[in-house]
């Protein structure tokens, strides 16, 4: 498909919730990308066989084949297009997991339009780039912008969160209560300027942060 002789980007969003696919249809349409949504990921694999998109936004809860499922059969499959996991507040650790397996980044529900939008251009854009830097997702990166200014303490909760450890579990792990965890990330996400979960995700597996 093509707008003003311009080739369209185009979005695939697999989630069995028609609700969410509806309202991310009709926001992607309107910025000028071609969307196909599928609520399965079998309905998803049975059109990709054909043709790939500029970006995939996959669930991570769906009956039969999962989002993680999913995401490791394409990632076997050395798939190009970026691939968003769309997660709610409780599902943050598995989101890291599927950064680490090798989603592009991941998008907590609800979610602003404006953002998304922001953020999966930026996905497309770079893509090419992000395939060069395979290598290093799925590892905490050694030195990240900011990293300085963390405590020893900051560090070792920062450590819990990209690890996938809940409030809890890091509070058991670390001998301090989850409110104190949520403190503690609290002030990580403003010393990186992070401006949600997945940006802190993005900067320890990655290292790319600019801190203002």
Do not use: W
């Amino acid at each position: 498909m093509s707008i003003n002789g311009k080739k369209t980007d185009s979005i695939y969003i697999v989630d069995d919730d028609p609700a969410v696919r509806d309202a991310l249809s009709v926001v992607f349409e309107l910025e000028g990308f071609d969307v196909a949504a599928y609520d399965s990921a079998d309905s998803f694999l049975e059109k990709v066989r054909t043709s790939e998109p500029a970006c995939v936004l996959v669930d991570v809860h769906m009956p039969g084949k999962s989002g993680i499922d999913l995401l490791k059969m394409l990632i076997a499959q050395n798939y190009a297009a970026p691939i968003f996991i769309i997660s709610g507040q409780a599902d943050i650790p598995m989101a890291v997991s599927a950064i680490k397996l090798g989603a592009h980044d991941f998008i907590e529900k609800p979610f602003d339009a404006d953002t998304v939008v922001e953020r999966i251009r930026s996905a497309i854009n770079s893509s090419g780039k992000d395939r060069q830097n395979d290598a290093v997702k799925g590892t905490v990166a050694a030195e990240f912008a900011g990293k300085h200014l963390l405590t020893p303490r900051e560090l070792e909760v920062l450590g819990q969160i990209t690890g996938g450890a809940s409030n809890k579990e890091a509070g058991r792990q670390l001998g301090i209560s989850p409110r104190t965890i949520e403190v503690h990330r609290a002030r990580i996400m403003e010393k990186l300027n992070a401006r949600n979960a997945a940006d802190l995700v993005r900067i320890v597996l990655t290292g790319e942060v600019e801190v203002g």
